[in-house]
């Protein structure tokens, strides 16, 4: 059985569309131009201290790059944006670690406290 060859670009490009990355964000991160990131993703086999420098800049490791698949792409990042915290992939908890009516308890007890120190400012004043 023969060992598919990943086209580097192609994959750099997948992944950072994937990440939701401009290209331009890429190559601030690099120290490179947008133009050299996009002959970057054109490229078939990308050389490895510089597909190690786009891994690191994209958060990912050379392998994932080396070895993408579509199918890996969506497991990798789904691993990678999912933790214990029951948080999601764009970041909204709905399981919140503290009580709401707490908060507002907490509001409503600092708005008593600042109208108490205003009618004691007015008081001193007449």
């Keep these: 059985m023969s060992e598919k060859l990943v086209h580097h670009g192609k994959a750099v490009k997948r992944i950072r569309e994937i990440l939701g990355k401009k290209q331009e964000d890429l190559a601030t991160d690099l120290g490179m131009t947008q133009q050299n990131v996009s002959l970057l993703e054109s490229k078939e086999i990308i050389d490895p201290k510089v597909l190690d420098d786009v891994a690191k800049a994209l958060k990912i490791t ?17 691993n990678s944006f999912t933790s214990n915290d029951n948080s999601t992939l ?13 908060k507002i308890i907490e509001l409503y007890e600092r708005m008593i ?7 004691a400012k007015l008081q001193e004043k007449k």
């Design 90 to 102: 764009y970041g909204i908890n709905y399981q919140p670690t503290f009580n709401p009516l707490d």
């Design 62 to 78: 050379p392998d994932t790059i080396r070895n993408f698949t579509e199918d890996a792409a969506v497991q990798i990042i789904a």
């Design 113 to 119: 406290k600042e109208r108490d120190e205003l009618i």
